[in-house]
């Protein structure tokens, strides 16, 4: 090569030494092959190259340069090289090239032709430069990037797009198969009394569960928040096979779980539809088979519940309500029911009054609650119906004292998403204040679900029962609100849930526990009322057991305006008015 520099003098050569010492120690590799030579073959490299691909010179001087690439070196790459190559001119690409002992590197290979003084081509000189980290650096983030498009990033799960994705090509090649689509039953208040970290153990747990009983007959998909879906594609897919799988996993996964040391027990609901039984296509399986999840939990069933046409009719029934419900209220439909509270006594006596709503369709004729309240709930109309109920009663209220009927509080229930609402405070402050009602004949009824969520809720009661308005706690018993929140927020009164007094004082358990509740209630200052009263034996009992006020049959059934009123008459009359009697 010192013959291709042409120097003429001691001190220009004694240069080019040292700009080849300097070539030698370089840390990258540097080759330089005659492409006037059959086959291109290498006739110098440094020590940076030896170092890179453990290859001596001699081993390699006057080869081809293909001895460094294997089975995954990218054709495509070579292309480019061979007609850069081809057109004389600079390329560069990465190449996954092989050293010596097998082991691999990602070569980012820069080549580029040198001319002599005539413009004939001489050489090819190679840079290579070691970037396997930086490559598989970035291999890993494309990965990473890949599980965040396809699965879930806490079980490992497919996520919904990539499950559809799966569920798409089963159905394309025709296998029958079946959706169950799973919920963790109040989830939510669990992961709000032991934590998020909890929470995602247990859902964790939940999913290796599954994992471990369907194998390859399953793919395992976690929807969102505490939802999964398996695509369940098992050689015999009769709808008996196909339930006794859900049943297994059901099994599974009611069996119990541990947090810090305590044992916890969940509950599920299943909700299966089939190919090609009952759609033949991916959206519509998934809708079905959740539609029957909301099922078997509103029936809270305990095991899968199979989806049916019925539940089709159920959702166009829906539908049609929740166009109705506007027109409904602008049409006066809507009228207020009453269900009188008496104090405890052998004679009860008039103590206040709960606000029921009732529809009256002019089609259908009176439509249950429980028909319309939870889709006005959904749809967000609950925030206007209930302002009609607040403005309403306590129209009706103070019209009522105003006439001379007794001054009695009047109960209004509150939705969670009507209490929610950022306007909720005004919407009752100006119902009293249009009205002329006292704050103080005014109860407000909020469910114990909503005490699990203390932040929200406590300075909202707090404002309220500033203004002398009194709250109380409906259906208590049925949720999961700690005693803690009974302590901490501004509540006056105390409802327990009818389900408590039904099978009092027949079923000793049940009255047990139903005196528990009274002495909890008590023992934090809580005026008690029991609901779901029928029988004289049930009243007794309370009244025994220090029960302030009761609800239910035993007493009154609900009453419309005409017959409340009839009612506020007759207790005039008797004097059983509480306070007055």
Same mark, same amino acid.
């Given at each position: 090569?010192? !013959? ?15 700009? &080849? ?5 370089m840390?990258?590799?540097? *080759? ?11 006739i ?23 001895y ?43 080549i ?47 996520? &919904? ?18 959706? *169950? ?13 032991y ?22 007959d ?10 999964? *879906? ?27 779980y ?16 089939? @190919?090609?039984?009952?759609?033949? %296509? ?11 999840l ?17 539940l ?16 409904a ?5 809507? %009228? ?17 009054? %709960? ?20 889709? $006005? ?14 403005? %309403? ?18 109960? /209004? ?12 405070? !005004? ?7 249009d ?5 103080? @004949? ?54 327990? !849930? ?31 009322? $029991?609901?779901? /009263? ?20 035993? @007493? ?12 506020f008459?007759?207790? &005039? ?9």
């Amino acid at each position: 090569m010192e !013959d291709r520099l042409h120097l003429e003098d001691p001190e220009a050569f004694l240069t080019a030494s040292e700009f &080849m010492k300097a070539i030698e120690r370089m840390g990258i590799g540097l *080759i330089v092959t005659n492409p006037n030579l059959p086959d291109n073959p290498v006739i110098y490299v440094n020590q940076g190259f030896t170092r890179l691909t453990g290859y001596e010179a001699e081993e390699i001087l006057m080869r081809s340069c293909r001895y460094l690439q294997g089975p995954d070196t990218s054709t495509e790459a070579l292309k480019v090289v061979k007609q850069a190559q081809l057109e004389q001119r600079a390329e560069t690409v990465t190449l996954k090239n092989y050293r010596k002992d097998g082991s691999y590197f990602w070569n980012q290979l820069t080549i580029s032709p040198v001319f002599g003084e005539s413009g004939e081509l001489m050489y090819f000189i190679g840079l290579q430069f070691d970037i396997t980290q930086e490559v598989e650096e970035r291999e890993k983030s494309s990965m990473r990037i890949r599980e965040l498009a396809f699965f879930d990033p806490l079980t490992g799960l497919l996520n &919904m797009s990539r499950f559809k994705l799966e569920l798409e090509r089963e159905l394309q090649e025709g296998h029958h198969c079946a959706i *169950i689509r799973i919920n963790i039953d109040r989830f939510r208040y669990l992961n709000e009394s032991y934590g998020d970290k909890a929470g995602d153990r247990l859902l964790l747990e939940a999913a290796e569960r599954m994992k471990r009983l369907l194998g390859p007959d399953g793919i395992l998909c976690r929807s969102f928040a505490d939802n999964f *879906i398996v695509l369940l594609k098992p050689q015999d897919c009769s709808r008996y096979n196909i339930h006794n799988q859900a049943l297994m996993l059901a099994e599974a996964l009611h069996k119990p779980y541990f947090i810090k040391k305590e044992e916890v027990r969940l509950s599920f609901s299943f909700g299966i539809s089939m @190919y090609p039984e009952h759609a033949e %296509e991916g959206p519509l399986l998934l809708n079905y088979a959740d539609l029957a999840l909301k099922k078997s939990k509103q029936a809270s069933v305990g095991e899968p519940y199979w989806f049916e046409y019925s539940l089709l009719d159920e959702i166009h029934k829906r539908i049609e309500i929740e166009k109705k419900l506007p027109k409904a209220l602008e049409h006066g439909e809507f %009228e207020l029911y009453f269900q009188p509270k008496g104090n405890i006594s052998s004679t009860p006596s008039l103590a206040g009054l %709960e606000v029921l709503l009732r529809w009256n369709d002019p089609d259908q004729g009176m439509v249950p609650p429980m028909e319309f309240i939870p889709v $006005a709930e959904e749809n967000g109309f609950i925030i206007r119906l209930g302002e009609w109920v607040l403005r %309403e009663s306590c129209r009706l209220a103070k019209r009522w004292q105003d006439e001379g009927y007794p001054k009695v509080t009047i109960s /209004v229930n509150v939705s969670a998403v009507q209490f929610r609402h950022p306007q909720f405070i !005004d919407v009752v402050e100006n119902a009293l204040r249009d009205s002329g009602l006292e704050p103080g @004949y005014l109860e407000l009824e909020v469910t114990e679900t909503m005490l699990n969520d203390p932040v929200v809720i406590k300075e909202k009661l707090e404002r309220l029962r500033s203004q002398g308005i009194k709250i109380s706690i409906d259906d208590f018993g049925t949720g999961y609100s700690s005693i803690h929140y009974l302590k901490t927020l501004p509540i006056d009164i105390l409802k327990i !849930d009818k389900s408590f007094v039904q099978e009092t004082p027949l079923s000793e358990q049940d009255s047990t526990l139903l005196v528990s509740i009274i002495q909890l209630g008590k023992s934090f200052g809580l005026t008690v009322l $029991a609901e779901g /009263v029928e029988s004289k034996s049930q009243l007794e009992f309370l009244a025994g057991s220090g029960c302030d006020l009761i609800q239910g049959y035993y @007493y009154s059934r609900p009453l419309n305006r005409a017959a409340m009123e009839q009612m506020f008459k007759d207790s &005039m009359n008797s004097g059983l008015i509480a306070g007055l009697s």
